[in-house]
């Protein structure tokens, strides 16, 4: 490969980095002022600043972190927390999975892993509708700059709220923790505005949870009706018979 055959490889793949950015910048203006919110939530839940930062850092998905701190508040076990985690981000091996699928003949494994660890459900969508970019040359690096700007500028909010957590009166924060239930409702009107069983799914959950929380620790009743709630779908979405 000549050095002018080099550079222009070079100069391509700046070419998609900077398309990427330009296609992921709407997702970081929305992730900032949520994850300030979850930032302050944190904070004031008893939280360190190095802790919610890392929190997102490693964790990485806005509902679950909502969630986690929501339970932190609420004296919930390690082991409660994680396996609450695990459920509600179940759906991201299936978008992992679907996202590597699309890129497998442009992108290497090592790329594609990368790519899946960092992905959200709007880095998804966003690269869902630009999937014509996995077919072109240096498409990694179309991809990696849609999530890595979404990455920093959730990193980023959430310190940004943990510093804020510490001067914002606790009344307007107090306040701000609709933002847990507002984000929920968001995650599911959606679906049930498509299928209306969806919406008995989450009543059917909600009543597990009240029930459970009379006799277990809040955490656990999470839990319980998370994963109950959740096995209801296996037969209330299950296709009727012909």
């Known amino acids: ?28 203006l929305g992730y900032i002022p949520i994850a300030i919110t979850y930032g302050v939530l944190a904070a004031q839940s008893g939280m360190s600043i190095i802790d919610l930062t890392l929190m997102s850092a490693l964790v990485f998905a806005g509902a679950s972190q909502f969630m986690g701190v929501n339970m932190i508040a609420a004296s919930a076990g390690a082991v409660e927390i994680i396996i609450a985690t695990f459920v509600l981000n179940f759906r991201h091996f299936v978008m992992s999975l679907s996202f590597m699928n699309e890129v497998r003949d442009s992108v290497s494994l090592k790329g594609r892993t990368g790519l899946a660890l960092t992905l959200t459900d709007e880095t998804f969508a966003v690269s869902a509708l630009n999937k014509d970019k996995a077919k072109q ?59 209306l069983r969806i919406g008995l ?42």
Do not use: C, R
């Open 1 to 28: 490969m000549t050095q002018a055959t080099k550079q222009e490889s070079k100069d391509h793949a700046f070419h998609m980095f900077q398309k990427g950015i330009q296609v992921g910048f709407p997702i970081m």
């Open 137 to 195: 040359k240096n498409a990694v690096f179309f991809f990696l700059a849609i999530n890595l700007s979404a990455y920093l500028s959730w990193i980023f909010g959430s310190f940004l709220g943990g510093l804020l957590g510490e001067i914002i009166p606790e009344q307007l924060s107090q306040s701000m923790g609709v933002a847990l239930y507002a984000m929920f409702i968001g995650l599911l009107v959606p679906s049930v505005k498509k299928e």
């Open 201 to 242: 799914i989450a009543i059917i959950a909600m009543l597990i949870n009240v029930l459970a929380s009379q006799f277990v620790s809040s955490g656990w009743a999470i839990v319980l009706g998370t994963v109950l709630g959740g096995l209801t779908g296996v037969f209330i979405l299950k296709e009727k018979k012909q």
